[in-house]
């Protein structure tokens, strides 16, 4: 008892005293406790918010609870800044916990502020001798790791290799009299060095087995906080999880965990491991990297105006399959199954979602569209806001283009970031006249030519007609210089005009926009006004 106190003190919390602080929660049969526990070591991924989505949706559509667990054990990984990224995100996403850091009754919700709970349960696995002290230095594993290699031994700590595991009390006291710096290892149920097979079910990737756990896994470190091991294991059993939602990295660790469950006398909850996000690095496809890909971070997708209901619709088609052909609002509405989550990584397609999000964008109200819009622009293009929030009217009217067809709106959006490229013409302190006729957009008219319709088209220029009369003066224009009235008239007899309408339409698209490819010329014009127009076609005299 008396190494047992200098391990960890006695004066800690009784184990017992935690299982009645946090009692099995009241909740109706078939409700599921999950839980999103990311940790703070640099901004959020985006597989991590497919995780989140999986497991809220799990506990909401059960009537359970989703919990947000901050596991900042590692505290030389810690990212300043990074919890506070991930309030931003997911509330960015509207993934709000039922239970997360100031609020709710199983917290605290930091792992570094339940210390003193997991000191408690540590001193459990040493009494009962399912844990040990280790007094074994960096040096000393570095080379042991380079023996086991030598031998072509499984690498790690145990059996044989595990120099503590077997250490007299005399010598336990002898290094603790000297001040040793020590950890805590869990005793494997498996430890001595023979190979035992392990099965257990996942939710999502069905039944498995796999060799079970053979290493004494550090379980308190030399500082006094856990390993996540052990702090996911404690925290998940008092906080009720029933179903540990995660991605798949952590398969490999299930068979240590069911250990220590075990070992702590509590009951496993069940898991469900998600595949991975993958992208193509040319032919092949690999796991979405932090480090490499820019779209790993959620705060991309916010930069580059994405709207979120379109990101969402996406990661949720990801997560079920069958969601992917169904309307937006109707993948929003649905829960998301475990049982149909896939087990092989689900590739990012970036020109699914932006499709995804053209479809969000053409559905929006106008207003709301706006709004959206200088939100986004107030953040990240302040120029562009203040350009819009100048007139409100024009911006709704630029809004407005071709979309008064209900079976057809303009789907021509899929972020907020493409307004300035797309529609910025309309915004006349932002546009730049085209005042080159040999500019490359002209071609493949002469420089003399681009002249002539660009001056016959603003010597006649009438604004105050309808759609139908306002394309008839660039039509009437165009003939009177020699060019076809349809591309068909032009292929039949090409040595007869300088060209097809559409090419001398062109030349006045370029000058009202900047661009051959732009939304209805008509519609535009009227956004323009009468001057703005005029001021254009006049750019090449």
């Known amino acids: ?36 526990a990311p940790s703070p070591t640099g901004f959020v991924h985006v597989g991590g918010i497919l995780v989140a989505l999986i ?135 498996s430890g001595d060095g023979e190979v035992r097979r392990v099965k257990f079910s996942d939710r999502v990737r069905g039944d498995i087995e796999m060799d079970d756990n053979r290493n004494d896994v550090v379980v308190r ?30 398969l490999s660790s299930v068979p240590l965990h069911l250990q220590l469950f075990d070992a702590l006398g509590f009951d496993a909850p069940q898991y469900a491991h998600i595949a991975p996000i993958v992208i193509m690095d040319g032919k092949s496809k690999r796991k979405l990297s932090k480090r490499k890909d820019p779209q790993a971070n959620v705060d991309w997708y916010a930069e580059s105006g994405y709207p979120v ?3 969402l619709c996406y990661l949720r088609g990801l997560a079920n399959a069958r969601l992917q052909d169904e309307p937006w609002q109707q993948v929003l509405s649905e829960s998301l199954r475990l ?11 970036l020109a699914k979602l932006a499709s995804i999000c053209r479809e969000v964008i053409a559905d929006l109200p106008v207003e709301q569209s706006a709004d959206r819009l200088l939100a986004w622009a107030q953040r990240r293009d302040p120029e562009l806001a203040v350009q819009l929030a100048e007139d409100r009217h024009a911006l709704l009217r630029v809004l407005s283009i071709e979309q008064t067809q209900p079976d057809r709106p303009r789907k021509d959006l899929a972020t907020w970031g493409e307004f300035r490229e797309k529609y910025g013409f309309l915004i006349p302190a932002a546009f730049t ?34 759609g139908r009369e306002w394309f008839e003066q660039v039509r009437t224009a165009a003939l009177s210089l020699g060019f076809s009235a349809s591309v068909g008239e032009y292929k039949r007899e090409p040595e007869r005009f300088r060209g097809p309408l559409k090419v001398a339409a062109n ?26 127009v005029f001021r254009r076609l006049a750019s090449l005299a």
């Open 507 to 532: 030349v006045i698209r370029v000058l009202l926009t900047g661009s051959t490819r732009s939304p209805d010329l008509y519609e535009a014009s009227r956004v323009l006004g009468a001057t703005e």
């Open 1 to 36: 008892m008396e190494i047992l106190d200098r391990l960890i003190p006695s004066h800690v919390t009784p184990a017992a005293q935690w299982e009645q602080r946090f009692p099995a929660r009241p909740l109706a049969e078939g409700a599921e406790v999950t839980r999103f």
């Open 55 to 189: 497991a809220q949706s799990v506990a909401v559509s059960s009537g359970g609870v989703f919990i947000l667990r901050v596991e900042d054990t590692d505290q030389s990984r810690y990212v300043e800044g990074a919890v506070e990224q991930l309030g931003r995100s997911l509330e960015y996403f509207g993934i709000i916990p039922d239970e997360s850091v100031g609020s709710g009754a199983y917290g605290p919700y930091v792992q570094s502020e339940r210390a003193g709970i997991y000191d408690s349960f540590v001193r459990v696995l040493l009494e009962q001798d399912s844990a040990y002290p280790c007094f074994c230095t960096s040096e000393e594993l570095a080379e042991l790791t380079a023996r086991q290699q030598a031998a072509k031994a499984p690498s790690g700590y145990w059996g044989p290799w595990a120099a503590c595991r077997s250490l007299t009390e005399q010598d336990v006291v002898a290094r603790l009299d000297v001040g040793t710096p020590f950890v805590i290892r869990f005793r494997a149920t």
């Open 339 to 349: 049982e149909e989550c896939s087990n092989s990584g689900q590739l990012l397609d």
């Open 433 to 466: 006249l085209v005042t080159d006729p040999a500019d490359a957009r002209f071609d493949p008219l002469d420089v003399e030519l681009v002249r002539q319709m660009a001056a016959v088209v603003a010597d006649g220029y009438k604004h105050d007609l309808d």
């Open 309 to 311: 209901e379109g990101i």
């Open 221 to 250: 470190k030399t500082m006094g906080l856990p390993t996540y091991h052990l702090a996911h294991a404690v925290d998940d059993h008092l906080m009720r999880v029933t179903t540990v939602v995660r991605a798949d990295e952590w």
